[in-house]
């Protein structure tokens, strides 16, 4: 399953997910099995759910800006939508939340979500690549987390891994374009560090954990598919690592 490159065409998605979710299903199990999160922690779930509604404000706000239509006629799904998700208490059944998610809906809502395509431009990304960088992230979190790294370096590590896992978590939220952001966002943190990891670059255990973080950041920016106006853009991530590597 590849995530759309638009705000509309992620939230149908998602949609149609809970749709077809058992309504005896608690809410707070329903959207952290859709974004394979551990239900028992609730800030995560929270926190997800909070990302659930920027995405339909994303959605309504992006389709309101769609030039030479009517875009009264696009909207109309949304105040449904926000209905629904002024229901949304983590305690509740998936039958006490989702009734205004009827057929009629979705429907209009896939009208606005094709139209929203061809209207702007965004990187996608395959759900399938996302697991394998789950399981590199957490054999680099737990690997850090047991080495002698500085104190302060390790804290830099978590911190960073960690912001990756959320924006793996809520890509089908945010999509791609939402993770590039949160690589950007890393990539910078590692900048303002480069003295203490060059330090830290000795050759062996630590500099390899270094390595692995560089990586990883790194594989997961060149699986994002750009569209052709960002094509230009995506090279110098990756040269960028090389170059800091060879510092090391």
């Given at each position: 399953?590849?995530?759309?490159?638009?705000?509309?065409?992620?939230?149908?998605d998602l949609l149609e997910e809970l749709r077809n979710t058992n309504g005896?299903?608690?809410?707070?199990?329903?959207?952290a099995h859709m974004f394979n999160a551990d239900e028992n922690d609730t800030?995560?779930?929270?926190?997800?759910?909070?990302?659930?509604?920027?995405?339909?404000?994303?959605?309504?706000?992006?389709?309101?800006?769609?030039?030479?239509?009517?875009?009264?006629?696009?909207?109309?799904?949304?105040?449904?939508?926000?209905?629904?998700?002024?229901?949304?208490?983590?305690?509740?059944?998936?039958?006490?939340?989702?009734?205004?998610?009827?057929?009629?809906?979705?429907?209009?809502?896939?009208?606005?979500?094709?139209?929203?395509?061809?209207?702007?431009?965004?990187?996608?990304?395959?759900?399938?690549?996302?697991?394998?960088?789950?399981?590199?992230?957490?054999?680099?979190?737990?690997?850090?987390?047991?080495?002698?790294?500085?104190?302060?370096?390790?804290?830099?590590?978590?911190?960073?891994?960690?912001?990756?896992?959320?924006?793996?978590?809520?890509?089908?939220?945010?999509?791609?374009?939402?993770?590039?952001?949160?690589?950007?966002?890393?990539?910078?943190?590692?900048?303002r560090h480069r003295d203490e990891m060059v330090k830290a670059g000795d050759?062996?255990?630590?500099?390899?954990?270094?390595?692995?973080?560089?990586?990883?950041?790194?594989?997961?920016?060149?699986?994002?598919?750009?569209?052709?106006?960002?094509?230009?853009?995506?090279?110098?991530?990756?040269?960028?690592?090389?170059?800091?590597?060879?510092?090391?």
């Open positions: 399953m590849r995530v759309r490159n638009n705000p509309a065409g992620r939230l149908l005896n299903t608690p809410v707070r199990r329903v959207f800030g995560e779930v929270l926190r997800l759910l909070s990302d659930f509604s920027g995405l339909v404000r994303d959605a309504k706000s992006a389709t309101s800006r769609i030039a030479n239509v009517d875009t009264s006629l696009y909207l109309a799904p949304y105040f449904r939508i926000e209905e629904m998700i002024g229901r949304i208490s983590l305690e509740k059944l998936w039958h006490q939340v989702k009734e205004p998610l009827d057929d009629k809906v979705l429907t209009e809502l896939r009208f606005g979500a094709d139209l929203l395509s061809r209207a702007v431009n965004g990187a996608e990304l395959d759900e399938d690549e996302v697991v394998r960088f789950f399981e590199e992230l957490d054999a680099l979190l737990c690997d850090a987390l047991s080495s002698d790294l500085p104190d302060q370096l390790k804290r830099l590590f978590v911190k960073n891994l960690e912001s990756i896992r959320h924006a793996l978590l809520a890509f089908k939220i945010a999509g791609a374009d939402g993770l590039q952001d949160e690589l950007d966002a890393v990539l910078g943190s590692i900048i050759g062996g255990p630590k500099q390899k954990l270094i390595e692995r973080l560089f990586a990883l950041v790194a594989n997961i920016n060149e699986a994002v598919t750009f569209s052709q106006t960002a094509v230009a853009i995506a090279p110098p991530v990756a040269l960028f690592l090389t170059s800091f590597l060879g510092k090391l």
